[in-house]
């Protein structure tokens, strides 16, 4: 009587789009990402500059879902454990808040759901029914679905036919609601993680060691062949994709080796886009090409002269604000080119010097600042530098900036005490358990860094030994094998 049973999610989908799901095909590796393009626009990174936490969660999601589609596509693939994941979603057309957390005032709201799908198309649909995105699309991809419209593939209740559980002990087959129960039942802890990850991680990290070395050697030698100060990626690309940069900038210095030596003393950074960053560094877009790269570094003696007006710029607010230094943040801050941030001191140098406000010349040395464009009311960071919105009104920044000043000087005095703390933590930790590697992801502050290294030093952690330890906000094993883990990691029994 089983024969014609299909499995639960299958059935699920269904009822969701019961109009066309059984005509459709599988989708291609390709086909998944095309169909995804609504999705990875409401949530990719680079929209949530000015919100760094949400942006680093956004990140590692991806990651994990990354993961997560690259087995579905594997031959031979049984089941995939059930994968939680959190996104931050953009507003946008097609988007609303139907069966979802509102927007924020920041115009994006978070969505969690569980991933528990068989294939590439049911993972495509659950995704984007979970963000309240359109499916309608999917109907071009997919060239044998049935041609009515679908309309009815909004978000609708999950309502799964649930089988009797002597239907899977007789076929043998998983009970899928028996994965997601464990799942909201049992709390991760790091070694029950530790002991069912451990494993892959090592093989993934053995399997990237060849690489990880070509990038090393690759990354030595252009530095050392345009004289640079630094190479580095602005996201957590994977090894054989930084190396493949490498590559490429490589052989445009083996063309016009005289034109990149222009960037003598520099840091170059792979990024989204080309140019130079708001501190100097010499951004190349990933997406571009040769030519593009090109075209920069000869207009970098341009870009120099600008950075020298703008540090003129910097000291001239400073003067004007009682010595207070400007800096920008990069972990911080919205990514920005050398002229987006001259444009930003511009209009709030242009706004001091009409307001005349008066500040005691250098009653505040030693205090920081930093700008914002989206923001109308000043405030103090816990790190100890001031927030102030290029837009504030003169005489609130002064009466502000005043009051708070004595606030600023302790937190940037704690700010210095924990950052001492945290060096000596991560360097003890990393005796501790060999680790090769112990780093942490951007969004992570001190104060989190501090308490997590301290529970760590407690423990007793063999699957740390020779590992890249990544502290972050979500267990994740990286596609070259580092280990990613919450900063505010559960140990002991499950919670149940």
Request: glycine share 4%; hydrophobic share 35%.
């Amino acid at each position: 009587m089983f024969c014609h049973l299909r499995p639960m999610r299958r059935l699920c989908l269904e009822k969701i789009f019961p109009h066309w799901f059984p005509f459709s095909r599988a989708l291609s590796g390709a086909e998944a990402v095309n169909a995804l393009r609504p999705f990875y626009f409401a949530v990719h990174p680079d929209f949530f500059g000015q919100h760094p936490v949400e942006r680093e969660i956004n990140e590692n999601s991806l990651k994990r879902l990354s993961v997560y589609l690259e087995n579905l596509q594997k031959p031979g693939f049984k089941s995939l454990k059930p994968t939680q994941l959190t996104f931050y979603v953009r507003e946008t057309d097609q988007s609303s808040s139907d069966g979802q957390e509102p927007f924020s005032t920041s115009g994006f709201r978070a969505v969690k759901f569980t991933l528990h799908t068989r294939d590439l198309l049911s993972t495509v649909l659950y995704i984007l029914n979970s963000c309240s995105l359109s499916v309608e699309h999917i109907q071009s991809l997919n060239t044998n679905v049935h041609t009515q419209p679908l309309k009815e593939a909004k978000r609708m209740p999950d309502r799964p036919i649930k089988w009797d559980k002597s239907y899977y002990s007789f076929t043998g087959f998983k009970d899928p609601d028996e994965d997601l129960e464990q799942v909201s039942r049992v709390e991760t802890t790091l070694t029950s993680w530790l002991d069912n990850n451990g494993k892959s991680a090592v093989k993934k990290l053995k399997n990237s060691l060849p690489l990880r070395k070509e990038l090393d050697r690759l990354k030595d030698e252009l530095s050392h062949q345009l004289q640079l100060s630094d190479i580095r990626w602005q996201r957590s690309w994977g090894i054989a994709h930084r190396c493949s940069q490498l590559h490429s900038l490589s052989r445009l210095a083996q063309q016009n080796l005289e034109t990149l030596k222009k960037a003598k003393g520099c840091t170059i950074i792979f990024t989204d886009r080309s140019g130079m960053s708001a501190v100097g560094h010499v951004m190349l877009g990933t997406m571009d090409v040769h030519h593009h790269w090109t075209k920069l570094f000869e207009r970098l003696p341009s870009y120099f002269d600008l950075q020298r007006r703008l540090m003129i710029l910097e000291d001239q607010i400073s003067y004007l604000l009682g010595g207070i230094q400007v800096v920008y943040i990069e972990e911080l801050q919205p990514v920005l080119t050398l002229e987006e941030y001259y444009s930003l001191l511009d209009v709030f140098y242009s706004r001091l010097l009409k307001s005349r406000i008066l500040f005691h010349p250098r009653s505040l040395r030693g205090l920081q600042m930093i700008l914002n464009s989206d923001r109308y009311a000043p405030s103090l960071h816990e790190l100890g530098h001031f927030n102030i919105p290029t837009l504030c009104d003169p005489a609130n920044l002064q009466w502000f900036i005043l009051t708070k000043a004595q606030q600023a000087r302790e937190n940037m005095k704690r700010k210095e005490e924990l950052k001492v703390i945290e060096n000596e933590l991560i360097q003890a930790s990393t005796k501790k358990f060999s680790l090769e590697k112990l780093y942490k992801e951007p969004s992570i502050s001190s104060i989190q860094m501090v308490d997590c290294c301290k529970r760590l030093l407690e423990q007793s952690l063999p699957y740390l030994h020779g590992m890249h330890l990544c502290i972050s906000h979500f267990y994740s094993v990286m596609q070259d094998g580092d280990l990613c883990i919450p900063w505010n990691w559960k140990n002991g029994e499950a919670i149940k």
